[in-house]
């Protein structure tokens, strides 16, 4: 079955860097573009990066833009969410989904605070 596991969360200062990252299986990785998500306490759910199956193609939301690098390592049925520069209002967990499939990790805390 389809299995995404999300990986790399803590605790941070602000301006600090942080990486995640989402080991998928149970489904052809190469075949779908990716996306990372987050939701804050008591907020819905946000889209934050999306990249396309190969990797070539990438968007971010303007929260974050400039700031996070979404990538993915097709060999290794991994996907990536380099975050630098974090800011407070970062703080949420985070979520992996592969476009079209609707499954959900377990997701990964992060909280920026001094």
């Known amino acids: 079955q389809v299995q995404l596991v999300e990986s790399g969360g803590g605790l941070v200062q602000p301006g600090g860097s942080l990486r995640l990252s989402c080991a998928a299986s149970?489904?052809?990785?190469?075949?779908?573009?990716m996306r990372w998500y987050r939701q804050a306490p008591g907020k819905e759910r946000e889209l934050v990066a999306s990249i396309n199956s190969a990797g070539s193609i990438t968007t971010y939301g303007d929260s974050v833009k400039g700031r996070f690098t979404i990538s993915r390592d097709n060999a290794k049925n991994t996907l990536y969410l380099q975050m630098n520069s974090l800011k407070p209002e970062d703080t949420a967990v985070y979520y992996c989904?592969?476009?079209?499939?609707?499954?959900w990790g377990q997701g990964t805390q992060v909280t920026v605070s001094s």
């Open positions: 989904k592969a476009h079209t499939l609707n499954y």
């Open positions: 149970g489904f052809i990785f190469t075949n779908f573009g």
